[in-house]
Structure formats: C-alpha cells, structure tokens
C-alpha cells in the first residue's frame, strides 16, 4: 500500500524558515492533486495550499506571500517552502495526493511549532 512520508517538521522561532517534503512511497496513477493542510489544537483540519492539475497553486489567505508549494510528479512528491513563520502557523502539517478517480492519500502529518 502506497504511503505519504512527511519530513522537515520541528520547532522554529516566529520569522523563521522551514520547507516541508512529503514523498510517496511507491506509485500513484493519475494524480490529480497535491496539497497541504494542517490542523491546530482545537481547530479544524484546514487546507494550506494546493496544486491542481491545469490550475495555478491556491494558498490559504492566511498563508499568501510567505508559503509557497511545489510538487515533482517524476518522484511523486510535493513540497511546502514557508517563510516568515508565525505563531499561528503552529499545527499539525498532512500532506495530501488526490487522484481523479477521488482516491486520498494522507501522511501521518508532522508538527510545527512557532515559539520563541
């Protein structure tokens, strides 16, 4: 069974810097989207950013100008650069793959943390 392995999590002080990879394990036919969301303490689970087949990457209003996402479809893999960190930016990360038969794929997440 193909799985999602997240890395690049940890704990970063507010300003800095952290760029998230998630991997698939083995092969995804048809991908049809590759995205992050994440999930704060208390909070429901939110989509950070996304790329679609044909459209541009969207962001979270929250997210816009300090995260970027990219993706690499010969490894299957998809990436988040976020910059200026901020507290709130503290959550749990879930990278997703959809395909166009509406299968999901989740990682097991990885936690960030914005603290000084």
């Known amino acids: 069974q193909v799985q999602l392995v997240e890395s690049g999590g940890g704990l970063v002080q507010p300003g800095g810097s952290l760029r998230l990879s998630c991997v698939a394990s083995?092969?995804?036919?048809?991908?049809?989207?590759l995205g992050w969301y994440r999930q704060a303490p208390g909070k429901e689970r939110e989509l950070v950013a996304l790329?679609?087949?044909?459209?541009?990457?969207k962001y979270a209003d929250s997210v816009k100008g300090r995260f970027s996402i990219s993706s690499d479809n010969a490894k299957i893999a998809v990436y988040l650069q976020m910059n200026s960190l901020e507290p709130e930016d503290t959550a749990v990360y879930y990278c997703?793959?959809?395909?166009?038969?509406?299968?999901?794929?989740w990682g097991k997440g990885t936690l960030i943390t914005v603290s000084s």
């Open positions: 790329i679609s087949t044909g459209n541009s990457p």
């Open positions: 083995g092969t995804i036919f048809s991908v049809n989207a």
């Open positions: 997703n793959i959809r395909t166009t038969y509406a299968n999901d794929y």
